[in-house]
């Protein structure tokens, strides 16, 4: 069972799972000079269902939920390797100097096609619109259950960006706490808020258009920039030009505005750049209904692995950034990608 433990210098939450230790994808380097083939079978091929644990959804090419044994075109299923498991209770307990707590929570996968793809960029925009749906349909879903307080919604492109399996795929984390990154956002936003009486995101928002130094593309809902105090080269940003706290909140309209925002972002990755590993995360208010999100904005972050984090940026949260936000923007936009 995986358990959450917290220590008093650093009083954030870490994971302790060593279930993943076992995952056979670690063992994966000697396999393959063995070339023992009954071991490259792909668990997210079309045909190849049974190899997973059962869905929690499954919709087809039209973004109907369907049956199981029907033809899909997105599937999610809960993690085969969990760092989180559902059947814990969420109580944490002292132990010693210490908080410890059963690793509760939801850990699921995103089959993004039924095909064998490598890399969200293969996507046509209409698959990514599926994907951001099928992001919207289980956030609503998981938010019913009110052990949850917090959903991350995430995607590791890349071995080097935490990809395990090859299959394009997303994740999806439900967690009974607030993460450490999220929670410092939601409060320090809360004392701008309270200090200035607007959101923080939205004179964001308003500073960079205005500037037009790092924003990199826009549409009539959604703008993408290169935040100002950039932690890696390339980091890019896709925020949403109304205010909300919670990504499920968002219209049918905006989904497909931040579809074409995501496609033509991974697009640029893909080909402009190389196809550099890269992680994308959605950073949306929490659910547990008693915290008051309604300062917050949620946003997308997508941080390409361009550069290694050193000493220095480990031992201080420091991060130190080669290029500026401004030399990339402008880079990106002397593209044919971000033309509008
Ligand atoms: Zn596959
Ligand atoms: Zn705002
Ligand atoms: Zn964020």
Redesign the pocket.
Known sequence: MPEYRKDIILDEWVIIATERAKRPENFKEQIIKVDNKALNVCPFDRGNESMTPPESLRIDNRGNEVGKDSPWQVRVVPNKFPALVPNAQPFSQQYGPYMVMDGFGLHEVVVQSPEHITNISELSRWQVELIISVYIRRLIAIKKDNRIESVIIMLNQGKEAGASLEHSHSQIFALPLTPP??MN?ISRTRNYFNQNHRCAMCDIINFETKEDKRVVYENKEFVMLQPYASRNPFET?IVPKRHDSNFENISAQEANSFAQCLKVLVDFFYIDLNNPPFNY?I?TGTLDGTKDNSHYHW?L?LEPKLSIKAGFEIATGIDICITTPEYTADYMKAGDFFKA
Do not use: D, R
């Open positions: 990154n999220l956002e940003w995360y950073h946003h972050e």
